[in-house]
T-cell receptor
Framework: GAGVSQSPRYKVTKRGQDVALRCDPI?????LYWYRQALGQGPEFLTY????????KSGLPNDRFSAERPEGSISTLTIQRTEQRDSAMYRC???????????????FGSGTQLSVL | GNSVTQMEGPVTLSEEAFLTINCTYT??????LFWYVQYPGEGLQLLLK?????DKGSNKGFEATYRKETTSFHLEKGSVQVSDSAVYFC???????????FGRGTSLIVHP
């Protein structure tokens, strides 16, 4: 597609349920990133992939969070046993190539707003 | 570690006013600095960047100069338009990690 697409746009779930958030990056983009953004805050890094390989997952807050990108294109961020503190905007971004110094340019999707009741 | 501090918003201006949004940073090594903009209902998009000290990034009438001595990268525009109303995020990459660290964002509201 023309841009980074995320679905669903809004997700309301009950505490304890699992959720899966989808990201479809710009066609041909090698790298894909997941960020979380709390209200009034900037995006906070969670994890990223080069092709299908997860390069860095240091930002995932705990083991209830996981992500995959099995074919090097679409990615899914899964949150198990959701808690109210997981409520936030989850943003996906992609980049044409792997990031190098001075050439970082991320293209962001509109995000998935997750609300855990 | 790396961090970015932005002035709190919202910043409210009349059309054609001068804009400054302050950004200061803490980083290891020699960071690259960025401004991203988020229009309502859209994702963040890169506005401008600067990769070394004294560089000036510019785009769409916006400018920011990389000031190593004051660890700052303030965003300026000489005459804002209603269409500039958005949230502006300062960001950096440094320390061998090219994944951007973002500030909290500053909301700009421009009135006709």
């Amino acid at each position: 597609g023309a841009g980074v697409s995320q679905s669903p746009r809004y997700k309301v779930t009950k505490r304890g349920q699992d959720v899966a958030l989808r990201c479809d990056p710009i066609s041909g983009h090698v790298s894909l990133y997941w960020y979380r953004q709390a209200l009034g805050q900037g995006p906070e890094f969670l994890t990223y992939f080069n092709y299908e390989a997860q390069q860095d997952k240091s930002g995932l807050p705990n083991d209830r969070f996981s992500a995959e990108r099995p074919e090097g294109s679409i990615s899914t961020l899964t949150i198990q046993r959701t808690e109210q503190r997981d409520s936030a905007m989850y943003r996906c971004a992609s980049s044409l190539g792997t990031l190098t110094g001075g050439n970082e340019k991320l293209f962001f999707g509109s995000g998935t707003q997750l609300s855990v009741l | 570690g790396n961090s970015v501090t932005q002035m709190e918003g919202p910043v409210t201006l009349s059309e054609e006013a001068f804009l400054t949004i302050n950004c200061t940073y803490t980083a290891t090594g020699y960071p690259s600095l960025f401004w991203y903009v988020q229009y309502p209902g859209e994702g963040l998009q890169l506005l401008l960047k600067a990769t070394k000290a004294d560089d000036k990034g510019s785009n769409k009438g916006f400018e920011a100069t990389y000031r190593k001595e004051t660890t700052s990268f303030h965003l300026e525009k000489g005459s804002v338009q209603v269409s500039d109303s958005a949230v502006y995020f300062c960001a950096l990459t440094s320390g061998g990690s090219y994944i951007p660290t973002f500030g909290r964002g500053t909301s700009l509201i421009v009135h006709p």
